[in-house]
């Protein structure tokens, strides 16, 4: 599997304007604008980059809860689970 090059730009901050008007505090934020079509990343990076943010969270639930998300079952540790 070939590593992909990343390229990283700078982007200044979008422009806001935050205050009280008409007696609420509304803020307003300028959106940035759309990324173009047809400039999506390779199917097997978004694979990839989600494999790995899965497994992260699967991890800390884990860590969190002694319970195992991909096994579906619960592990030993601080709660005990109990079958409604």
């Given at each position: 599997m070939a590593a992909a090059a990343a390229t990283v730009t700078a982007v200044p901050p979008a422009a806001s304007s935050c205050g009280k008007r008409d007696g609420d505090n509304a803020c307003v934020v300028d959106m940035p604008r759309k990324a173009k079509k047809g400039r999506s990343?390779?199917?097997?990076?978004?694979?990839?980059?989600?494999?790995?943010?899965?497994?992260?969270?699967?991890?800390?639930?884990?860590?969190?809860?002694?319970?195992?998300?991909?096994?579906?079952?619960?592990?030993?540790?601080?709660?005990?689970?109990?079958?409604?």
């Open positions: 990343p390779p199917e097997e990076e978004v694979e990839a980059f989600l494999a790995a943010a899965e497994s992260s969270v699967a991890r800390r639930f884990a860590a969190k809860y002694n319970y195992d998300v991909v096994k579906d079952a619960p592990m030993d540790g601080r709660y005990e689970w109990v079958r409604l």
